[in-house]
């Protein structure tokens, strides 16, 4: 019951995106992925609900829903696809 979450803004806490998606059902994950060079926020984040109906729910309720005057992308998260060898060194 993951879902992506995208536009947000880069001040967003984990704990706020938590807080927000509550109100739809039960909160069991929320991965907000930074940059590995800068270790900044990258501007989204999964979230985990305990349930479809849950999930649904919040995909319903905040998909364009506005945090801190930016509109909120929230969809069902797509399985992550193989990139295969990006040119790395073999041996």
């Known amino acids: 019951m993951k879902m ?6 880069f001040q967003v806490t984990g704990e706020e ?3 927000i998606f ?3 059902g039960t909160v069991t994950d929320v991965h907000r992925p930074v940059d590995r060079d800068t270790g900044n926020p990258r501007g989204f984040a999964f979230v985990t609900m305990s349930t479809k109906d849950e999930m649904i729910a919040a995909i319903k309720g905040l998909d ?3 945090l801190m005057d930016r509109k909120l992308r929230v969809n069902e998260a ?3 696809e193989e990139r295969g060898n990006l040119g ?3 041996n």
């Open 22 to 24: 509550s109100q739809y």
């Open 64 to 66: 364009d829903f506005e």
């Open 4 to 9: 992506y979450v995208g536009n947000l803004a």
């Open 88 to 90: 790395g060194f073999r």
């Open 78 to 80: 797509q399985p992550r």
């Open 17 to 19: 995106v938590s807080e």
